[in-house]
T-cell receptor, first 118, second 111 residues
Framework: DGGITQSPKYLFRKEGQNVTLSCEQNLNHDAMYWYRQDPGQGLRLIYYSQIVNDFQKGDIAEGYSVSREKKESFPLTVTSAQKNPTAFYLC?????????????????FGDGTRLSIL | AQRVTQPEKLLSVFKGAPVELKCNYSYSGSPELFWYVQYSRQRLQLLLRHISRESIKGFTADLNKGETSFHLKKPFAQEEDSAMYYCALRVLQGGSEKLVFGKGTKLTVNP
């Protein structure tokens, strides 16, 4: 789905550094998500945001931070507090069906960013 | 607590054989389930969802609330079906919603 762009594709980090992963979507989706994908672990939710200026912790939020200042952007910062940051990170977005409390459309995913520690 | 279990990490079948990828869930609310697929070097993408009751690429999945299962089936596997498959459960939480994924099953279809 060309509507979600993650950058960079590969990222290297030194010990003790913070790094920020970019996720941009032009699908006009309200909700955005960050997942971490590790071999044998599936996808684990880090943070998610249903609307601008609001976000919630997922299942493994420790050591990560996010912001949602614009609808189309949901950057993820991997802080030095994240002890095992080497992973594949996936961003996703979905639209909110109008007039419904629940019912986001199924999520659309980006190509991912692979983060490695030097 | 909500949970999705895919008991098979790896599944290997021969072309033309039936294939079934298992998925079980645990959720106190009304379940909505999905299957996502990730082909080699491609993005994770939605394959099908139970509310649509559709067949995509020959795959079907029926939600069985009694057995809390949503197994993915195809009567005749093709080599191009080789991929990573994830079962996912939509969960409502604090006024928002999220997907809970299983750990995935890697399907290999041999010629």
């Amino acid at each position: 789905d060309g509507g979600i762009t993650q950058s960079p594709k590969y990222l290297f980090r030194k010990e003790g550094q913070n790094v920020t992963l970019s996720c941009e979507q032009n699908l006009n989706h309200d909700a955005m998500y960050w997942y971490r994908q590790d071999p044998g672990q599936g996808l684990r939710l880090i943070y998610y945001s249903q609307i601008v200026n609001d976000f919630q912790k997922g299942d493994i939020a420790e050591g990560y931070s996010v912001s949602r200042e614009k609808k189309e952007s949901f950057p993820l910062t991997v802080t030095s507090a994240q002890k095992n940051p080497t992973a594949f990170y996936l961003c996703a977005s979905s639209s909110q069906l109008p007039g419904q409390i629940r019912g986001n459309q199924p999520q659309h995913f980006g190509d991912g960013t692979r983060l490695s520690i030097l | 607590a909500q949970r999705v279990t895919q008991p098979e990490k790896l599944l290997s079948v021969f072309k033309g054989a039936p294939v079934e990828l298992k998925c079980n869930y645990s959720y106190s609310g009304s379940p909505e389930l999905f299957w996502y697929v990730q082909y080699s070097r491609q993005r994770l993408q939605l394959l099908l969802r139970h509310i649509s009751r559709e067949s995509i690429k020959g795959f079907t999945a029926d939600l069985n609330k009694g057995e809390t299962s949503f197994h993915l089936k195809k009567p005749f596997a093709q080599e191009e079906d080789s991929a990573m498959y994830y079962c996912a459960l939509r969960v409502l939480q604090g006024g928002s919603e999220k997907l809970v994924f299983g750990k995935g099953t890697k399907l290999t279809v041999n010629p």
